[in-house]
């Protein structure tokens, strides 16, 4: 949990509470916080877009390096906000574009809750 | 509700494919299948209920088990099936009731797509 450059409010406010989901029941305000972020990847357009960030050199990019989805640029930026609302990704403007970045503690709290308890 | 038995064959087709989101760019046929299990844990109430689910006494859990979520039991049942059939959960008729259980492969490997690289 070292670098959160861009939106550190952001990371605060949408890092998941939680025990592995098998651990015991969710709660309500749990619940409601944490469905947002699977609910993000519960698109395929978006759940493409978040691979091809995640897995891109450097561990980051930008509209301009995302192409093969096949759905036009606007879209993208589109699917990106949300992701980006969701708390999954960062972004970052450096000059004509921005940037998007996976959040890892996000990614880790999410990998956590799905595992065994 | 009364076709529910227990579904060794959904278990198979539902399985996701994929490595960490975090190695390479899913393709258009992964993201689909793996976008309806990130889907079916989106709503804060189907969460809730998995959560139960998977943290019940034993692993599995019927309708009976489940009353304190703030929806009618036909919406529990209405969300269980939801979650079966996305290959979350697996069910099988005892009697009056169907018993719901956590399909563990499948937690697994949505936990290892958020696994870093």
């Not at 025990?19 to 699977?38: D, G, I, V």
């Not at 699917?79 to 970045?101: I, Q």
Request: a neutral charge; aromatic letters at 4%; proline letters at 7%.
């Amino acid at each position: 949990m070292s670098d959160t450059r861009s939106l550190p409010v952001l990371e605060s406010a949408v890092v998941p509470c939680c025990p592995p989901l098998t651990e015991r029941p969710l709660s309500a305000e749990e619940a409601e916080r944490t469905a947002k972020m699977f609910k993000a990847l519960g698109d395929p357009v978006r759940l493409r877009l978040f691979s091809a960030v995640a897995s891109h050199e450097g561990g980051e990019a930008c509209v301009c390096d995302i192409s093969d989805v096949g759905v036009s640029q606007p879209t993208v930026s589109h699917h990106l906000k949300k992701l980006r609302e969701a708390g999954l990704l960062t972004s970052e403007r450096r000059g004509t574009w921005v940037y998007y970045r996976v959040e890892p503690s996000v990614l880790a709290a999410m990998g956590q809750l799905l595992s065994a308890a």
